[in-house]
């Protein structure tokens, strides 16, 4: 089992910056892949970033191409998502995600991601 959690979040205006952290335990050697995913209020949950564990390979969402920074820190066991140039879509509850099956590539379904983190909200103000 891994345990995931999710800290950083908070209110920020919009144009500015945000880091979130996730921490994880547990069965850290069973890792695969890592992700933030994010969902607002009446909306599905999406897909936001992805990471291999190992490799560094990621991924993005087009929403948030070169506004968002997926890393992580393997001494640490953390995944971190820094966020810059905040709109007000980009408001709502983001999860971390860990999966532990391989994959060539960073999946952005949340079905393929097996653990889960409690969230941790973003709020964006205009």
């Known amino acids: 089992q891994v345990q995931l959690v999710e800290s950083g979040g908070g209110v920020v205006q919009a144009g500015g910056s945000l880091r979130l952290s996730c921490a994880a335990s547990?069965?850290?050697?069973?890792?695969?892949?890592m992700g933030w995913f994010r969902q607002a209020p009446g909306a599905e949950r999406e897909f936001v970033a992805g990471?291999?564990?190992?490799?560094?390979?990621?991924g993005y969402a087009d929403s948030v191409k070169g506004r968002f920074t997926i890393s992580r820190d393997n001494a640490k066991n953390t995944l971190y998502l820094h966020m810059s140039s905040l709109k007000p879509e980009d408001a709502a509850v983001y999860y971390c995600?860990?999966?532990?099956?391989?994959?060539?590539?960073?999946?952005?379904?949340?079905?393929?991601?097996?653990?889960w983190g409690q969230g941790t909200q973003v709020t964006v103000a205009s």
């Open positions: 990471i291999d564990w190992s490799g560094g390979r990621t």
């Open positions: 547990g069965s850290i050697f069973s890792i695969n892949a």
């Open positions: 995600a860990a999966r532990a099956r391989y994959s060539s590539i960073i999946m952005s379904s949340e079905s393929q991601y097996a653990y």
